[in-house]
């Protein structure tokens, strides 16, 4: 075999290694394991095991240049910064400014000024049609006989309900929401 061949055998095998590992890379996307993996692309667990390997490193590999450009830009801004700051020439409202800001993306790295969103919910009894019949059939009873009311419906049969949406009903949209 001739070095010409030698080399486009070594590039078919390379673009069949390359889509091979895009189609490992689907197949753990979709949670296959090795050995289901290994049968779908026609290829022993080994070479699964290998192909995945090759595929965190790609990953690997790309976040961590990823991370030395971000880290590249932090730097010079924080250089930028410390020049502006340290600088006689630049006036203190200036350097008030620019350590606010400083301030403010901090708080924004580390979470601290997420906006809080209280939710708040009201029930009223009163609007449910079988409240409002027991609340009428109980009316002007005394402790003693609301006791009593309590301990027998306490003590009677109950029927198997299933608990379904029906039981927690979805609040009104107001309009603009």
């Known amino acids: 075999m001739s070095i010409p061949e030698k080399n486009e055998n070594k590039g078919a095998v390379a673009v069949e290694r390359n889509r091979r590992r895009v189609g490992v ?3 753990l ?3 296959l394991t090795v050995r289901q993996s290994a049968a779908n692309q026609g290829v022993s667990k080994d070479t699964i095991v290998k192909d995945r390997k090759a595929i965190a490193g790609r ?4 976040a961590n240049e990823a991370m030395q450009e971000y880290r590249a830009e932090v ?5 930028e910064i410390e020049a502006l700051v340290s600088d006689p020439t630049v006036g203190r409202i200036d350097k008030a400014k620019v350590l606010l800001d400083v301030v403010k993306q901090l708080r924004a790295i580390y979470g601290t000024d ?3 969103k209280s939710v708040s919910a009201t029930f009223s009894a009163s609007a449910d049609p079988l409240y409002l019949e027991f609340k ?3 009316a002007g009873l005394d402790s003693e006989q609301m006791a009593e009311v309590l301990r027998t ?6 029927m198997s309900e299933p608990i379904d949406a029906t ?3 979805q609040p009104d949209n107001k309009e603009g929401e």
């Not at 990953?59 to 790309?62: K, R, W």
């Not at 730097?75 to 250089?79: D, Q, R």
């Not at 419906?153 to 109950?158: I, Q, V």
Request: aromatic share 10%.
């Open 25 to 27: 890379a689907q197949d």
């Open 29 to 31: 996307a979709d949670g």
């Open 59 to 62: 990953f690997q590999t790309e």
């Open 75 to 79: 730097l010079l801004k924080l250089a």
């Open 114 to 116: 997420a906006p809080t």
């Open 136 to 138: 009428k059939a109980t």
């Open 153 to 158: 419906a306490s003590g009677m049969p109950r």
């Open 167 to 169: 039981w927690f009903p």
